[in-house]
């Protein structure tokens, strides 16, 4: 059994196998719950996973909406030099983007409050990569990174408010 970057190669392998096999082995379906705490704070649940966003000293939720991105990728990219046999000593990324606030305060004619743009630079220290492999996981990054696809794309959002 090959671990590398902390990836079980092996398995990462056989299972890459059998979503080839059968697609829908691939799908997922997450659904959770929030609940507020107060303020601009908000529990999150995810079965037994609980976590907080908002609220003093945490992320709020456009901090996480970036995190998600760069916690995405950096399991993408240590899953995919795992797969290429290329080794990773240290894997950070950056990331910023920009947003304006006026139409979450209910600023009439404002423009949208959701990011304008995002940038984020992968940084890795893999002494034996070749500049192949380094092109290789940026495109993967582009091309396989759920959290980057879901940000780069339009996602039909439906909304519904009961009051109970």
């Known amino acids: 059994m090959a671990i590398i970057n902390g990836v079980n190669v092996d398995k990462m392998k056989q299972m890459l196998e059998q979503v080839k096999q059968d697609p829908a082995l691939a799908d997922r379906e997450p659904k959770m719950e929030a609940h507020w705490l107060g303020g601009s ?3 999150i649940e ?4 609980v976590s907080k966003i908002g ?6 939720a456009m901090q996480t909406l970036l995190a998600s991105l760069a916690a995405c ?5 240590a899953m995919h030099a ?4 290329l080794s990773i000593d240290e894997l950070w990324i950056e990331v910023g983007g920009h947003f304006n606030t006026r139409a979450y305060f209910g600023v009439e004619n404002a423009p949208g409050s959701g990011y304008d743009r995002i940038a984020y ?14 092109k290789y ?4 990054c ?7 696809d879901s940000l780069s794309r339009p996602i039909p959002l439906t909304l519904e408010i009961k009051n109970e």
């Open 46 to 49: 995810f079965g037994d996973v």
């Open 82 to 85: 795992a797969l290429i046999g």
């Open 55 to 60: 609220g003093d000293g945490n992320l709020n």
């Open 121 to 134: 630079t992968v940084h890795l220290k893999a002494p034996k990569a070749t500049p192949r492999q380094i």
């Open 73 to 77: 990728d950096i399991d993408l990219v």
């Open 41 to 43: 704070a908000t529990r």
């Open 137 to 140: 996981l940026k495109d993967r």
């Open 142 to 148: 582009e091309r396989s990174s759920p959290v980057g």
